[in-house]
């Protein structure tokens, strides 16, 4: 767990992330891809949560992004026509991209 004095923010509310800068810019964007995909493809859009946090893992908001989308994960079923997903076949895809 990180200490919470180590936490930063890309937003101006907490202290400046430190790291490299292509590190930066890659979780940024991995980020900005995340929230444009977490409404219509959650699994994808938590796969670049995961990345944005990976890659800077004391900012705030990756870690927060990724939490709560990963929330909505077990119970997540598609919208679009009569496709649904069980339970049973997210959770297998969950466990099989979450962290080891």
């Known amino acids: 767990m ?3 004095a ?3 923010s890309d937003s101006g509310s907490g202290p400046p992330c430190l ?5 930066l810019k890659a979780a940024r964007q991995a980020f900005r891809r995340g929230i444009k995909l977490e409404k219509s493809h959650i699994w994808t859009g938590d796969y670049e949560f995961q990345a944005a946090a990976n890659l ?3 900012n ?3 870690l927060t ?3 709560l989308t990963r929330q909505h994960l077990p119970g ?4 679009k026509g009569t496709k649904t997903c069980s339970r049973i076949s997210l ?7 979450a962290p080891r």
């Open 65 to 67: 992004a990724q939490e």
């Open 56 to 58: 800077v893992p004391q």
């Open 91 to 97: 959770w297998k895809r969950w466990l099989s991209s």
């Open 76 to 79: 997540f079923t598609s919208n």
């Open 2 to 4: 990180i200490p919470p």
């Open 19 to 23: 790291g490299s800068k292509q590190d």
């Open 6 to 8: 180590a936490l930063c």
């Open 60 to 62: 705030i908001e990756y």
